[in-house]
């Protein structure tokens, strides 16, 4: 079963103070009230989901993560059956929707597409795309509460987001959540050498290209420490023309967030999950051979 992890980052930023406001000016409205809300499916094949999210109350487990962030209105977590698999943010009624499809999804695929690899493996695989996709979707959430500009395609300033909070987190499972986020992009796209999917309506969606999507993560991860994650150039996963201006596009991501986000964030919780004793990050961990694999159009 997916999930089964409490999601906490801890996320690292600068000591900035929030945006000065004007002496008569009042204090901005902080109103940090998490709500969950579990609803019965009507598929039988999705009550496994709903019983086991219910019974763990797994929407609590992602307050270290929420409390992060002054929201001004609190912020409400919904697990419903959508008839799709997919995760959404309501803006009208300040909600994070995650459909069970999307839990039944992850574990079947990660079942099916990688049965050479230990339970283990795909279930940390699986757990790592989940925590992904809600910080994805905790992007466009902090954009709308504070009504941060975006210039360009609003899923790639979410993308954005969730990278910039994992990659400035000391948690040592930054490694499953990149694998997730692979394994979430690809999952669909096993052979990259395909056209077959490449249809009119792949071009013309909202969000872009799920392999450029993965492969800006990456260039973010590289740019934000050449030597912590050196190891993507070095085994092939990334490609050395475009790490070449990874470090660039990452200073430009980072002045970003802490002029548009970091002032909305709450310097205390963030000092407190940061000072967390973690253990060092593991580079080895990451299968560094599983897309070439996928390359090949192999994704166990």
Same mark, same amino acid.
């Given at each position: 079963?997916?999930?089964?992890?409490?999601?906490?980052?801890?996320?690292?930023?600068?000591?900035?103070?929030?945006?000065?406001?004007?002496? #008569?000016?009042? &204090?901005? !409205?902080?109103?940090?009230?998490?709500?969950? @809300?579990?609803?019965? $499916?009507?598929?039988?094949? %999705?009550?496994?989901?709903?019983?086991?999210?219910? #019974?763990?109350? &797994?929407? !609590?487990?992602?307050?270290?993560?929420?409390? @992060?962030?002054?929201? $001004?209105?609190?912020?409400? %977590?919904?697990?419903?059956?959508?008839?799709?698999?997919?995760?959404?943010?309501?803006?009208?009624?300040?909600?994070?929707?995650?459909?069970?499809?999307?839990?039944?999804?992850?574990?079947?695929?990660?079942?099916?597409?990688?049965?050479?690899?230990?339970?283990?493996?795909?279930?940390?695989?699986?757990?790592?795309?989940?925590?992904?996709?809600?910080?994805?979707?905790?992007?466009?959430?902090?954009?709308?509460?504070?009504?941060?500009?975006?210039?360009?395609?609003?899923?790639?300033?979410?993308?954005?987001?969730?990278?910039?909070?994992?990659?400035?987190?000391?948690?040592?499972?930054?490694?499953?959540?990149?694998?997730?986020?692979?394994?979430?992009?690809?999952?669909?796209?096993?052979?990259?050498?395909?056209?077959?999917?490449?249809?009119?309506?792949?071009?013309?969606?909202?969000?872009?290209?799920?392999?450029?999507?993965?492969?800006?993560?990456?260039?973010?991860?590289?740019?934000?420490?050449?030597?912590?994650?050196?190891?993507?150039?070095?085994?092939?996963?990334?490609?050395?023309?475009?790490?070449?201006?990874?470090?660039?596009?990452?200073?430009?991501?980072?002045?970003?967030?802490?002029?548009?986000?970091?002032?909305?964030?709450?310097?205390?919780?963030?000092?407190?999950?940061?000072?967390?004793?973690?253990?060092?990050?593991?580079?080895?961990?990451?299968?560094?051979?599983?897309?070439?694999?996928?390359?090949?159009?192999?994704?166990?």
């Amino acid at each position: 079963m997916i999930l089964a992890g409490a999601l906490a980052l801890s996320v690292g930023c600068k000591d900035n103070a929030p945006v000065a406001q004007p002496a #008569d000016s009042p &204090a901005p !409205k902080v109103n940090k009230t998490f709500k969950y @809300l579990y609803d019965p $499916p009507k598929n039988p094949e %999705l009550q496994k989901y709903y019983e086991w999210l219910k #019974d763990e109350d &797994a929407g !609590k487990k992602m307050e270290p993560v929420l409390k @992060l962030v002054n929201w $001004p209105n609190g912020l409400k %977590l919904e697990t419903k059956e959508c008839g799709v698999s997919n995760a959404y943010y309501w803006p009208s009624k300040a909600t994070i929707v995650v459909c069970y499809e999307l839990f039944k999804d992850f574990h079947d695929k990660a079942q099916t597409e990688m049965t050479k690899r230990t339970p283990e493996y795909r279930r940390n695989v699986a757990i790592g795309g989940v925590k992904f996709l809600i910080l994805h979707e905790l992007g466009h959430a902090v954009y709308d509460a504070f009504d941060v500009p975006i210039i360009g395609n609003a899923e790639d300033a979410a993308d954005a987001f969730a990278i910039y909070m994992l990659l400035k987190s000391k948690d040592p499972q930054v490694h499953w959540i990149l694998q997730g986020a692979k394994f979430f992009f690809m999952k669909n796209h096993a052979d990259f050498t395909s056209t077959s999917d490449l249809e009119f309506g792949s071009f013309a969606d909202a969000h872009p290209l799920h392999q450029q999507r993965y492969f800006n993560m990456l260039c973010d991860a590289y740019g934000s420490d050449t030597k912590r994650y050196g190891f993507l150039v070095e085994k092939g996963l990334l490609p050395k023309g475009r790490a070449e201006s990874c470090p660039q596009d990452w200073r430009r991501l980072d002045r970003a967030m802490d002029k548009l986000v970091v002032p909305h964030l709450d310097t205390a919780e963030v000092k407190r999950l940061q000072n967390k004793d973690y253990p060092a990050f593991d580079p080895s961990a990451y299968d560094a051979s599983s897309i070439k694999k996928m390359q090949q159009g192999n994704a166990g």
